[in-house]
Nanobody
Framework: QVQLVESGGGSVQTGGSLRLSCAAS????????MGWFRQDPGKEREAVAT????????YYADSVEGRFIISHDNAKNTLYLQMNSLKPEDTAMFYC?????????????????????WGPGTQVTVSS
């Protein structure tokens, strides 16, 4: 059972930056996909970025491409999301997630219902 805890959320003005961190309770093998999702009240949780630890393949939602960077530090068992040029529409609760994903399964899933492991979330608020 992988336990995840996010940190780094907060309030910033438009154009600012934040770095989210997600600490895992145990080392996840390279056959794991990890991802960042966000959710506004009343809306579905959507994938922001994912990373396949085995080869570092990443995915970004169109809305964050070029502004956000997902990365992972194996030594620290920590997932990161560097968020730059933040916009008010980025305001949401951000969650990290993980799933065991053997090679051959294709790219990391983007549907939130696929992921079994979740953190409690961290709030990001961007003011104009």
């Amino acid at each position: 059972q992988v336990q995840l805890v996010e940190s780094g959320g907060g309030s910033v003005q438009t154009g600012g930056s934040l770095r989210l961190s997600c600490a895992a309770s145990e080392s996840t093998s390279n056959t794991y996909c990890m991802g960042w999702f966000r959710q506004d009240p009343g809306k579905e949780r959507e994938a922001v970025a994912t990373i396949y630890k085995r080869d570092g393949t990443t995915y970004y939602a169109d809305s964050v491409e070029g502004r956000f960077i997902i990365s992972h530090d194996n030594a620290k068992n920590t997932l990161y999301l560097q968020m730059n040029s933040l916009k008010p529409e980025d305001t949401a609760m951000f969650y990290c997630a993980a799933i065991y994903w053997p090679s051959g399964f294709g790219s990391c899933p983007k549907r939130q219902s696929t992921y079994p492991y979740w953190g409690p979330g961290t709030q990001v608020t961007v003011s104009s």
